[in-house]
């Protein structure tokens, strides 16, 4: 059996996570490799209900008019707007654990070039779990990792980390998790003490951030970012005052204007939460045009506003909740969006591609398939977490 390197949290019980990899076949099972010449020609398609906008590329300054498909929409500046490449729709959720019900975002798109640096998505909508006074709070045993960072962000309810670093700690809402895997963890993640037995909203993100080879054997870290630690920035960054205020952004991991992210990254990661109140309103980001950038909606309803180099005319692309928009590398630095619900939400990820290849099975995540047995054969002889 191969595991599917889409799965966050890994597997549901250290049981099945053991079996595997002490199998006499998992070491000679490996996923793909996919080498970034090979990665968009392999999975260029995350699902086959992608909306594709196959418009010319945005690279140079427009001034727009009024877009004849909607009246409403007229602009007089002469910024150059990043553009949609794709819009993938929300996925068909699955329990990781018995802790986590969560949407793959990314889907096939996982694991390939479309997403780096970043590697995987999961979403934990929000979901009531009642109390719960006898038996052990829910969530995911004993797994290891290696060659990736794994960061869990707690928007309701609480989250118990523990690892073979020694490291014992509960985020809640607002903190977020950034663990350094490097060479080698084993950790667990379940719901905390407190949060099972009062019960409540549970509403989590994780991802997988991919480490660049020269650091994929670092020594393994963990960095715990509280809520009151992360900066916010107000938007638009011209804002007069608190009434010209259309959103804010918390800034998790690189940088935002003049202000760095709470993160420390081993190459540029840009991960930003951000919340945009008022309906109609519409808001310009800068973003660093190099960058990898996907946006995803967490609740509410944006669009995203572009310039159609065909017809000097404004275009918009509309996501939902659980929505994903994989934006083109279109040399635009800056991200227009308009908010169709009061109290949208949404997600601003992506970094620097890493030009590398990915060799993922599991809980493993290593440039070569060679690596991949080494880690397997490092962790059954108990060389993690050192």
Partial sequence: MISSPRCCWFLSATAAITAYLLSTTAAAAFSLVLRPT?????????????????????????????????????????????????????????????????????????????????????????????????????????????????????????????????????????????????????????????????????????????????HKMTKPKYQALLNKDIPVVNLPLDAPDDDAVMAQARIIAGALGETPGAASTFSPVQMWDVTLPHAGAEVDVPYPPEHQLMVFVRRGSVDIISTNDRDDKLKSSSLGPQDVAMMRMDGAGTVRFRVNEPDSSIMILGGEPIDEPIAAQGPFVMNTHDEIRKAITDYQMGKFGK
């Fill in 38 to 214: 090979q990665a968009s020609s392999l999975h260029t398609t995350a699902r086959s209900s992608a909306t594709n906008l196959d418009e010319p590329e945005n690279t140079a300054d427009t001034v727009c008019t009024k877009n004849d498909d909607d009246p409403t929409m007229t602009t007089t500046t002469t910024t150059s707007l990043r553009s949609v490449r794709k819009i993938l729709p929300p996925t068909n959720r699955h329990w990781v654990g018995d802790g986590f019900h969560v949407y793959p975002v990314f889907a096939n798109a996982a694991f390939t070039e479309e997403v780096s640096p970043l590697l995987m998505f999961d979403y934990a909508a929000p979901k009531q779990f009642p109390a719960k006074q006898l038996g052990h709070p829910l969530g995911v045993g004993q797994h290891p990792h290696r060659g990736f960072e794994t960061v869990t962000v707690a928007f309701q309810g609480e989250v118990e980390h523990k690892d073979s670093t020694g490291v014992t700690d509960v985020i809640g809402q607002g903190d977020v998790q950034w663990m350094t895997a490097g060479r080698g963890i084993i950790h667990q993640e379940f719901h905390s003490n407190k949060f099972t037995k009062e019960g409540g909203t549970f509403e989590m993100c994780q991802l997988w951030v991919n480490l660049p080879k020269q």
